[in-house]
């Protein structure tokens, strides 16, 4: 199912999710796969979607943190990449859980709406997989992504 028939399925969010994930997958490659929402009412940022539910389940959350991750993705809404364990040992305390699962690269691509951002999706794979291509590639995710997290929300809502 391509990503606009997940869209106008009636299993919502999931299939939109997964759809979103097939392409990230195409277009940039992904091993593990999640979107987490911004709650700055909470300060937190929680996990709404994951391809590893038993190492990442979706009710995860984590602090939204004043450090450089959130400086790039929060303050300057850009993606933010880091292509080996050391890297994101920097900014992510669950590094050994990342690299447990084989992966060794990330790329934190915000999707913002609206002059914020809304969540982001979070891609992981084998080191040094996100090039200068691939993050210039996950440019084209960003649409996909925000019809997921704007669907997500309005069933959040009860809308």
């Keep these: ?3 606009t028939q997940a869209l106008a399925a009636k299993d919502q969010p999931e299939t939109t ?10 277009t940039v ?19 709404n979607y994951t391809t590893m539910p038993d190492a990442y389940p979706v009710s995860g959350e984590k602090p939204l943190n004043k450090d450089r991750w959130g400086d790039i993705v929060e303050g300057q809404h850009k993606t933010f990449v880091a292509n080996s364990i050391e890297e994101i040992a920097d900014v992510f305390p669950d590094w050994e859980l990342i690299r447990s699962l ?10 913002v709406i609206g002059g914020q951002v ?8 084998d080191a040094g997989h996100y090039t200068p291509e691939r993050v210039a590639a996950a440019e084209n995710l960003k649409l996909p992504g925000a019809a997921a997290f704007l669907l997500h929300a309005k069933l959040e809502k009860g809308a």
Excluded: W
């Excluded at 911004?38 to 996990?47: H, K, S, T």
């Excluded at 060794?104 to 915000?110: Q, R």
């Excluded at 809304?118 to 794979?125: E, I, P």
């Design 118 to 125: 809304l969540g982001t999706l979070n891609c992981l794979h």
């Design 17 to 26: 999710f997964a759809a979103l994930a097939d392409l990230v997958r195409q």
């Design 29 to 47: 490659g992904a091993k593990l796969f999640t979107t987490m929402s911004i709650d700055r009412d909470r300060g937190v940022a929680r996990r």
């Design 102 to 111: 084989g992966c060794e690269s990330c790329m934190n691509v915000p999707v």
């Design 1 to 3: 199912m391509d990503y």
